[in-house]
């Protein structure tokens, strides 16, 4: 391994100013991910060049891969700045480098404004309603194997992976998203959401929804939780179908 780690960053100012990259220098350790990198230069600022700069702005917060704050392109390929080991980076490439999500709006730096991801969230209102907060007693059970079909999609921790991977999510096609996709699936068969079904099958079927989705296949490999997004957007299809089918005999 190297004495020093060269990290290539793509910086940027304000949310409407230029983009341009500078490069660090920062000392070998054994173990280190991508955050502790950038812990590093955040200590001492200082570019390959000796111009001493504003540390760099990222996102994070569990530093443990689950509340999927610290997204970012690593050496071409978006995941998880805190499980991005250096020593397996170096293996494959000699240098590192790091920029933000390019389907999202930069805010400084590394960091996005994930907005859009949390209003699809919103959209398929992937929660399950309470009236109020006075305790009702035990809720709805589900059986051993019902838990352990719905527990892989109840992983997703709106990280934005798969959404940056996605062709049909950008700023041309209203798309909520595979990541809404797999929490409408979710909210949708386990007992707390069957009050809003209809809701949620209502938004799958508008042109943003399951229509949009051109099965690329890119939201499930890049995926860091293994969350099944395939299983989701064909399951979609078949009730969206089967809702639509039910709502024109109504008419």
């Given at each position: 391994m190297p004495r020093t780690i060269t990290v290539h960053i793509q910086r940027q100012d304000t949310p409407d100013?230029?983009?341009?990259?500078?490069?660090?220098?920062?000392?070998?350790?054994?173990?280190?991910?991508?955050?502790s990198v950038l812990?590093?230069?955040?200590?001492?600022?200082?570019?390959?060049?000796?111009?001493?700069?504003?540390?760099?702005?990222?996102?994070?917060?569990?530093?443990?891969?689950?509340?999927?704050?610290?997204?970012?392109?690593?050496?071409?390929?978006?995941?998880?700045?805190?499980?991005?080991?250096?020593?397996?980076?170096?293996?494959?490439?000699?240098?590192?480098?790091?920029?933000?999500m390019s389907k999202f709006p930069v805010n400084r730096d590394l960091f996005v404004d994930r907005s859009r991801l949390f209003k699809s969230l919103k959209r398929v209102k992937a929660w399950a309603p309470v009236e109020d907060y006075s305790d009702r007693g035990p809720?709805?059970?589900?059986?051993?194997?019902?838990?352990?079909?719905?527990?892989?999609?109840?992983?997703?921790?709106?990280?934005?992976?798969?959404?940056?991977?996605?062709?049909?999510?950008?700023?041309?096609?209203?798309?909520?998203?595979?990541?809404?996709?797999?929490?409408?699936?979710?909210?949708?068969?386990?007992?707390?959401?069957?009050?809003?079904?209809?809701?949620?099958?209502?938004v799958m079927a508008a042109s943003d929804g399951i229509t949009a989705c051109g099965n690329a296949q890119n939201c499930a490999k890049v995926c860091p939780k293994g969350v099944p997004l395939l299983q989701a957007i064909a399951w979609i299809g078949r009730k969206t179908t089967n809702h639509a089918l039910r709502t024109a005999l109504r008419r």
């Open positions: 100013s230029a983009p341009y990259t500078q490069t660090f220098a920062v000392p070998y350790e054994k173990g280190l991910n991508i955050t812990q590093r230069i955040a200590a001492d600022p200082v570019t390959i060049d000796g111009e001493r700069v504003a540390p760099v702005a990222y996102d994070a917060c569990c530093l443990e891969e689950v509340c999927g704050a610290c997204s970012m392109v690593i050496n071409g390929h978006v995941r998880q700045a805190c499980s991005a080991l250096v020593d397996a980076l170096l293996e494959q490439e000699p240098e590192i480098r790091l920029q933000p809720g709805p059970g589900m059986l051993p194997k019902e838990q352990e079909e719905a527990y892989p999609l109840a992983r997703c921790m709106s990280c934005g992976c798969c959404l940056e991977a996605c062709p049909q999510f950008n700023d041309k096609i209203p798309f909520v998203g595979p990541h809404a996709l797999g929490q409408t699936m979710l909210f949708n068969t386990i007992p707390h959401g069957q009050p809003l079904v209809v809701d949620r099958l209502d």
